[in-house]
């Protein structure tokens, strides 16, 4: 039996020695490369914590003490810690989630993995307990990407305001967000990372100055009160003492005698304090430590010794189909420029990025300002192109229609990862941009069906936006959006007939589900015509001149059904007067459990079957109040 083994809640950490704590994360740090390997997840992230982990739960009692992960990928070990050690189904259907998760664990509090909230979160529950009344910590920990966020500097600047209130900050400074962290914040935290002198300093003081006669207590004293510039000159901790946070610091995060110690002190301070721990992403695992480009980051199925993958190459992915042609683009135009926020290689950058260093830039986790600074880039003469996930674009969206579509900037948004994405969870899924975009007037969205239209539709993007400018018209913002599937769902046939029954409308990759529910209703003697819109904002004119020729419209989409394409087909219709009833096959207003997508979209009926089924139910009905019927002339 392990040590490991005998964990079954924070409470039996307590009693452990310091041998065997160190065994105990030797332990984890084996358990998490086979584990992990097995099903895919946060690798690097999560080995990198593990001493910071076992610290936390020994000096905090958590659930009374409140700790909070910022994005909630690092939370392996503490679900190890917390009785959950049944890793075989991570992230997937019925497993454990890859974020914390409030249904797994009563220690589990944020679930949103949307990056740089921990802040915004412990402030609000450090208030809660001094309002109620109410004792014990709360403690967030964030790393140092996720501390370029807006949001979290929005968060300090509350949490420094309120001198005795207590709460902790633990910076989980790895360097690192995917790529090495970078800006000006990320170059502060290096100046801290090599000065340890004003605590060793202090130590250092107490021990000796305070055995000193007569002028050594004084004078230690002295020095503990002494101000800012003072300090400096032994350490620059500037930015976060001067917010008015207390720092600790820098701790060597992986020396788990040393973080408890931090970490009691900050506990027996009475106001707002920060621990700046040092920890090694990948820590402990060579292959991790080899791979500079993301220290294994996130891994698919793969074997634990060699690292290679053990699920079958999806190529080329929809990323790496955008990569590449970006780079093409980037060749022929000058004027082309990127934006990522800090996930260069996982948005399909990096090429653009070793081509073009000097128009690239990797904005830090800060979304928000991507949107700004890209009507920046536009209307000072630039084309820029924005990739990012389409779940993190919801940050950005006041940026988007007020200071790009507002100002008509030509600025082409990039949305990876858009639809059911699965395994990630509910936070991760793209579903909503089709939905919160519909409202920003000028923008026009593309959902291209496969590579060669991902290909077409972003040279659409940059190319109209450019000629327009040029011509003096008005521009406008661009999103193509592609999913995280394999890029190669071929556009094969139309299933269209003479007098077609129904009309579906098929939005990006549910091309090939709407053909294959076509051949089905075909088979039952029910023609049709499959339709791909391309650019699915605006609702193209000639839609609705065509619905009017079918008896039913579905439309299908891997967004939610609310506001989304349907909705606006529905709008257009109506609009033009053709009285034909849309039938929305989409995601209903529900926040999804992690599950591989195909299996999410069977639960939501989003297959071939299911949508056969409801459209001839739909028929059916139709008939039976006295329509024509299947294959009959219909006229609207
Ligand atoms: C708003 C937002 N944008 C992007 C991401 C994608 N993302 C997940 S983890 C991560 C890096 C986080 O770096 P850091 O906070 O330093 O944690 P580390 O992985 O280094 O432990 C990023 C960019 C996210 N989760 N949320």
């Given at each position: 039996m392990t040590i490991l083994d005998t964990i079954r809640g924070p409470r039996d950490l307590k009693a452990l020695t310091e041998a065997e704590l160190g065994e105990l994360a030797a332990e984890i740090r084996e358990f998490l490369v086979h584990a992990v390997a097995r099903t895919g997840g946060h690798l690097g992230p999560n080995l990198g914590v593990v001493e910071l982990s076992i610290a936390l739960h020994r000096v905090f009692d958590s659930p009374v003490d409140r700790l909070v992960w910022d994005t909630g990928h690092q939370t392996y070990v503490h679900k190890l810690l917390t009785g959950r050690q049944d890793f075989s189904k991570l992230r997937g259907k019925g497993g454990l989630s890859g974020y914390p998760s409030r249904e797994e664990s009563e220690h589990d509090i944020v679930e949103n993995s949307h990056a740089s909230t921990a802040l915004g979160w412990a402030d609000g529950l450090a208030k809660a307990r001094q309002v109620r009344g109410e004792r014990g910590h709360v403690v967030a920990v964030i790393g140092d990407g996720a501390l370029t966020g807006g949001m979290a500097w929005e968060a300090l600047n509350n949490i420094a305001a309120a001198k005795d209130r207590p709460l902790i900050i633990v910076v989980n400074d790895n360097e690192r967000s995917y790529a090495p962290t970078i800006g000006g914040l990320a170059d502060h935290l290096a100046t801290l990372r090599t000065t340890d002198g004003y605590e060793r300093f202090l130590a250092w003081g107490k021990d000796v100055l305070q055995r000193t006669p007569v002028v050594g207590q004084p004078l230690y004293e002295s020095l503990h009160g002494a101000k800012k510039g003072f300090k400096d000159a032994f350490a620059p901790q500037g930015m976060f003492e001067d917010l008015g946070l207390k720092y600790v610091g820098p701790i060597d995060g992986h020396d788990m005698g040393a973080v408890e110690s931090a970490l009691r002190r900050a506990k027996r301070f009475h106001g707002p304090v920060l621990v700046h721990c040092l920890t090694e992403k990948g820590r402990g695992y060579e292959p991790a430590l080899a791979d500079d480009a993301d220290r294994f980051h996130t891994v698919g199925v793969m074997d634990p010794l060699t690292c290679e993958p053990l699920t079958p190459a999806i190529a080329p992915t929809w990323t790496s189909v955008f990569g590449d042609e970006i780079v093409r683009i980037g060749a022929e135009r000058e004027d082309v420029v990127a934006l990522t926020a800090a996930m260069l290689e996982p948005v399909g950058l990096k090429k653009f990025a070793e081509a073009y260093p000097d128009r690239m830039w990797d904005v830090g986790i800060a979304e928000q300002h991507a949107a700004v600074s890209a009507a920046g880039l536009a209307t000072g003469g630039l084309h820029p192109v924005v990739a990012v996930y389409a779940t993190f674009l919801n940050r950005a969206f006041d940026q988007l229609l007020m200071d790009v579509a507002l100002h008509r900037s030509g600025v082409t948004f990039v949305l990876d990862r858009a639809g059911v994405t699965g395994v990630d969870g509910a936070s991760h899924n793209g579903m909503w941009d089709l939905s919160i975009l519909q409202v920003v007037p000028g923008l026009?969205?593309?959902?291209?069906?496969?590579?060669?239209?991902?290909?077409?539709?972003?040279?659409?993007?940059?190319?109209?936006?450019?000629?327009?400018?040029?011509?003096?018209?008005?521009?406008?913002?661009?999103?193509?959006?592609?999913?995280?599937?394999?890029?190669?769902?071929?556009?094969?046939?139309?299933?269209?007939?003479?007098?077609?029954?129904?009309?579906?409308?098929?939005?990006?990759?549910?091309?090939?589900?709407?053909?294959?529910?076509a051949e089905l209703l075909r088979a039952r003697g029910l023609r049709c015509t499959v339709v791909d819109p391309r650019w699915v904002k605006p609702v193209d004119a000639e839609l609705p001149g065509l619905a009017a020729r079918h008896r039913v419209v579905a439309v299908v989409e891997d967004n939610s059904r609310a506001a989304g394409v349907g909705a606006a087909v529905e709008l257009a219709l109506g609009d033009a007067e053709v009285d034909v009833p849309v039938r929305r096959f989409g995601i209903p207003e529900q926040f999804l459990a992690h599950a591989k997508r195909g299996e999410v979209l069977a639960d939501l009926g989003l297959t071939p079957v299911e949508i056969a089924g409801r459209i001839s139910a739909t028929l059916a009905v139709k008939e039976s109040a006295g329509e024509p019927g299947p294959g009959k002339e219909h006229s609207a």
């Open positions: 026009r969205i593309a959902a291209p069906r496969d590579a060669d239209q991902l290909r077409a539709q972003l040279r659409e993007a940059v190319a109209v936006t450019t000629r327009r400018r040029c011509s003096g018209s008005p521009r406008s913002p661009w999103a193509p959006r592609s999913p995280r599937s394999a890029g190669s769902a071929a556009w094969t046939c139309c299933c269209g007939t003479r007098t077609p029954t129904y009309c579906s409308f098929a939005v990006g990759v549910m091309a090939p589900v709407c053909l294959q529910a």
